[in-house]
């Protein structure tokens, strides 16, 4: 168990509609990192908050958007789904930068099935 | 951007053997070279890293090795046993910026280890 949680676990939509991850990093952890893997492009990154601001972007799509709350869970907001957003969505957190070595505690990530 | 590939896709031995699996980066700038497992359902797992300043590391049966010249980097498993068995992901994070998460990632190795 890494200690970051996610939910919800398991999902399944239709296209047009909108969804919500939710994350809860491992406590005391204060960055947050969201990552899609799918099977055509690999784990990829997404987006980075650090104590609640954005830090880092990556291939993030603009139909979708993340925020990180003040008791630093975060939320991944995708809209307008299309079939080709199905995928599994991973949050990962890693501790405060004086202590990091580098390591990112993965979720168990959320499945997402656009029909 | 950073460009990471990773061989074999697929990779079969038998219980004591040795495996490999070797990736390529394309960034001369990449600094950090970390290698996750990911179990059936599970979030991927940091199981060795290796910074631009190191040529090899070991933890155990695990190993991993750099050439900074020739922009590769190995892992190897020694005594190979059927808990092994999992995908294995590399990947390279480049130097500078504030994102420790900001990894690009390999396509996945999937390791078999048959009994």
């Known amino acids: 168990d890494s200690g970051v949680t996610q939910t919800p676990k398991h999902l399944i939509t239709a296209t047009g509609q909108r969804v919500t991850l939710r994350c809860s990093p491992r406590?005391?952890?204060?960055?947050v990192y969201w990552y899609q893997q799918s099977l055509d492009q690999g784990l990829q990154f997404l987006i980075q908050?650090?104590?609640?601001?954005?830090?880092a972007k990556g291939n993030i799509l603009e139909r979708f958007s993340a925020q990180q709350f003040p008791d630093l869970h975060s939320e991944l907001n995708l809209s307008s789904l299309e079939l080709g957003d199905s995928a599994l969505y991973f949050c990962?957190?890693?501790?405060?930068?004086?202590?990091?070595?580098?390591?990112?505690?993965f979720g168990e990530g959320s499945r997402l099935t656009v029909l | 951007g950073e460009n990471v590939e990773q061989h074999p896709s697929t990779l079969s031995v038998q219980e004591g053997d040795s495996a490999v699996i070797k990736c390529t980066y394309s960034?001369?700038?990449?600094?950090?070279f970390p290698w996750y497992k990911q179990e059936l359902g599970k979030g991927p797992q940091l199981i060795i890293d290796?910074?631009?300043?190191?040529g090899e590391k070991k933890d155990q049966r695990i190993a991993v090795t750099l050439n900074k010249t020739a922009k590769h980097f190995s892992l190897h498993i020694t005594e190979t046993q059927p808990e092994d068995s999992a995908v294995y992901f590399c990947?390279?994070?480049?130097?500078?910026?504030?994102?420790?998460?900001?990894?690009?990632f390999g396509q996945g190795t999937i390791l078999t280890v048959h009994p």
């Open positions: 990962a957190s890693s501790p405060r930068p004086w202590r990091n070595t580098g390591e990112l505690f």
């Open positions: 406590s005391g952890d204060l960055s």
């Open positions: 908050y650090y104590n609640g601001e954005e830090r």
């Open positions: 960034d001369s700038a990449s600094n950090y």
């Open positions: 290796i910074r631009s300043n190191v």
């Open positions: 990947a390279a994070r480049p130097a500078g910026g504030t994102s420790y998460g900001k990894l690009t």
